[in-house]
């Protein structure tokens, strides 16, 4: 059996997506909603979108239709993440912990630090205590030890959270007994139901529909866009305070796959790096601030470095060598 070169491409562009957009993942909005661990049965659930049959029942969804209102979001996401699933989006947020608005976004970021006054106030009094006398390298090493402690530790992969492994729903793959041939298919058949798994979760998370080329064209589009903005403190975080809920909302669920236990070290490295993204909200700086944004593009960056590493070589290696 081969594994199929369309699903690791595809993994690969939904993840990546994910994880490039939600770095700025700081005004995050907690569903107070059970996460279904499930993997799709058509027998429960006719339409795939993450609610039972019988589920859908109760928010009067349409059971065989995964975006009862045609906006874009699947019905399983929407309950998951706190919006109405017949509702069109946008204004159809509810169940939600805390609301999503202005005022609560300034209240929030008033309480939390401002580097560039910080950083101000003190190059006042490093200038009043040099008598007003300061060189250009007095300025400069100050500037770099002060940046060295807003900026703080770098992210490593030895910093990241760590995954419990005793808590990890492993498959042994006890399968010693078979020939060489028949040890390899049973381990690409493994990896490849863990694949599917994991894609299904990442599509049936993202913020459109993701069947066909297009559909990931005008998604890539879409986040590219709003990218290209988030560098100016003026402009809001919704966007990507979405995509985290809707991260949350698929690492709930993907923990609790079933994982061959040859991949195992690969999960967990995986969703390591996936907690530490979720982690960047509890960032205590105000991100409408110059160098607030300075130091969540800093560890945005040691991020994207972690998990371009990681599927360049630690996810490529392993199914390379699988399918030789």
Do not use: W
Not at 3 to 28: D, E, P, S, T
């Amino acid at each position: 059996m081969y594994i199929k070169v369309k699903h690791i491409k595809r993994f690969l562009l939904v993840a990546v997506c994910f994880f490039l957009a939600c770095f700025n993942y700081l005004n995050f909005v907690k569903a107070d909603n059970k996460n279904d661990s499930d993997v799709c049965n058509k027998s429960i659930d006719a339409d795939c979108d993450g609610l039972t049959d019988s589920e859908e029942k109760l928010y009067k969804t349409d059971p065989y239709n995964a975006d009862s209102d045609n906006d874009g979001y699947s019905d399983g996401v929407e309950v998951k993440s706190g919006y109405d699933p017949l509702k069109s989006a946008p204004g159809d947020k509810i169940m939600v912990a805390e609301s999503y608005d202005d005022s609560s976004f300034e209240n929030n970021n008033s309480v939390k630090s401002k580097p560039t006054k910080n950083f101000s106030e003190k190059l006042k009094a490093f200038i009043s205590s040099k008598g007003g006398k300061v060189t250009a390298d007095d300025v400069k090493g100050f500037a770099d030890e002060q940046l060295a402690g807003i900026m703080g530790e770098e992210i490593t992969v030895d910093t990241l959270p760590e995954i419990d492994r005793s808590e990890i729903n492993i498959l042994e793959q006890n399968y010693d007994s078979l020939s060489e041939e028949k040890r390899k298919a049973k381990q690409k058949e493994d990896a490849a139901k863990y694949l599917e798994e994991m894609l299904y979760l990442l599509v049936s998370s993202a913020p459109a529909d993701l069947a066909t080329k297009e559909d990931f064209a005008a998604f890539q589009e879409d986040f590219i866009s709003h990218l290209s903005e988030i560098s100016d403190p003026g402009v809001d975080l919704k966007y990507f305070s979405d995509l985290g809920v809707r991260l949350e909302a698929f690492y709930e669920q993907a923990v609790k796959i079933e994982v061959p236990e040859t991949m195992v070290d690969l999960h967990i490295k995986f969703f390591r790096i996936v907690k530490g993204v979720l982690s960047m909200k509890d960032l205590e700086v105000d991100s409408s601030d110059p160098l607030g944004r300075m130091v969540i593009f800093s560890k945005a960056n040691n991020y994207i470095e972690l998990i371009s590493d990681f599927f360049r070589n630690d996810f490529s290696d392993y199914f390379l060598n699988l399918n030789k």
